[in-house]
């Protein structure tokens, strides 16, 4: 619903680290979870910081 938005991909800069670490044996459950919710929140926050800034303003990614 937001006139901004077409569509967005972003499946894979989520969950394709943790992912292979978990399968590897590197990581268990409960920190791959974690990895991956700590990426989504950082997506969203970056998307929420690119939303309220004037069009054409570099965004800090930090």
């Known amino acids: 619903k937001q006139p901004l938005v077409k569509g967005f ?4 800069t989520i969950f394709a680290d943790p992912a292979r670490a978990w399968l590897k044996g590197d990581i268990n459950d409960a920190e791959a ?16 910081q ?9 965004l800090n990614e930090g």
């Open 50 to 58: 690119a939303r309220s800034l004037p069009a054409n303003t570099p």
């Open 9 to 12: 991909a972003v499946g894979r």
């Open 33 to 48: 979870v974690d990895q991956m919710a700590n990426r989504f929140k950082r997506l969203c926050n970056i998307w929420d």
